[in-house]
């Protein structure tokens, strides 16, 4: 059974950093999409950075490049969200998702099938 398990989550002020770990189990973890999503009161659940585990493409969504770095250590089977930066509109819970299945969209298209319990990230000015 596939479990993710993030942490490093908190709160800092704006301009501040954290790193997001989600620690996978329960599967292969190679060639695999692994994403982070968030979601703000209110709103709907983004999209923030995608990896392929088998190749190590990376994707990001527009409102972090430049800020935010998704990164893998496949010997431990984690993921991480490297957020410098930060912005209040950051704040959010933060969601680390995996997929097996060949996507056509990093974010979009069909659900991603295995997710994290999430993570809050709050981020004041």
């Known amino acids: 059974q596939v479990q993710l398990v993030e942490s490093g989550g908190g709160s800092v002020q704006a301009g501040g950093s954290l790193r997001l770990s989600c620690a996978a189990a329960?599967?292969?973890?190679?060639?695999?999409?692994m994403a982070w999503f968030r979601q703000a009161p209110g709103k709907e659940r983004e999209g923030v950075a995608a990896?392929?585990?088998?190749?190590?493409?990376?994707y990001y969504a527009d409102s972090v490049k430049g800020r935010f770095t998704i990164s893998q250590d496949n010997s431990k089977k984690t993921l991480y969200l490297q957020m410098n930066n930060l912005k209040p509109e950051d704040t959010a819970m933060y969601y680390c998702?995996?997929?097996?299945?060949?996507?056509?969209?990093?974010?979009?298209?069909?659900?991603?099938?295995?997710w994290g319990q999430g993570i809050q990230v709050t981020v004041s000015s």
């Open positions: 998702a995996a997929d097996q299945r060949p996507r056509t969209m990093w974010f979009g298209g069909y659900e991603y099938p295995y």
């Open positions: 329960g599967y292969t973890y190679s060639n695999y999409y």
């Open positions: 990896i392929y585990t088998g190749g190590g493409q990376t």
